[in-house]
């Protein structure tokens, strides 16, 4: 049975200190679950820290950002080598990235080579922008930003990981995507991985919803027929908000089909 998979994404919030007190009271307020995995991605600078006050049973760690290459003269980068004991995923091609650091396919393609090679699991996010969907092509910016960003990939290299998509319109701007939105977005995401991959590899590999995300989308979202968790973003930095979020995903746990 897959776990469902909730990702918080703090983005560039929060220094050392706050880090540390917004994980002290998410472990407070969520239990242990078995049936939902929580990952946290706090800034490079507070994950060392993290590491140590974490209860490991409850949290996993979550890199937001690294270079490519394992090590050299690089200066200012951090690499995927020396995130390795540190962090269990990585989120990688978050449309942020994208927009304001000129990441293209063929770099975000290399950051999820890296992260495998260092045995760091991809978050690969993927995703159109307003313009690409009133444009009609949704389908081909997903298409591209998938088989580029997968192409040194095994087949079992991305059962492993996750997919995320993201519609960058509905990231951050209070916009939702439509539960019909979203399913089409899935259903071709899967598609597109048993075109290149086969059954097995589409079933498994977990898919992530985010842009937006609240505790009152939860119910809504997680029953989208494919989606195995949510990654959140500034509702992530507001402990109520997560473990609201953390809760609803737990009791539908128990109510969502298991596809794998
Ligand atoms: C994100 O940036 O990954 C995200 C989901 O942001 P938000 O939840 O704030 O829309």
Redesign the pocket.
Known sequence: MKRTLIVG?W?MHLNVHEASLLVHRLNERIPVHRTVEVVLAPSLLALQPISVELDRRKFRLAAQNAYYKDAGAFTGEVSYTMLRELVHYAIIG???RRMYFDETLEVVRDKVAAAVRNEIIPIL?IGETNHERLQGETQRVLHDQLTTALFHLTSEDVETMVI?Y?PVW????GQTAKPDEIAKAIGWIKHNLYELYGTQVAETTRILY????EPEFVGSTLSIEGIDGL??????INYQKFADIVDAAYRLGHERPTDG
């Open positions: 994404n983005k978050h449309s942020e996010c995320a993201e509905a990231i951050g701007t985010g842009a937006g995300v990654l959140v973003g500034s509702a992530s």
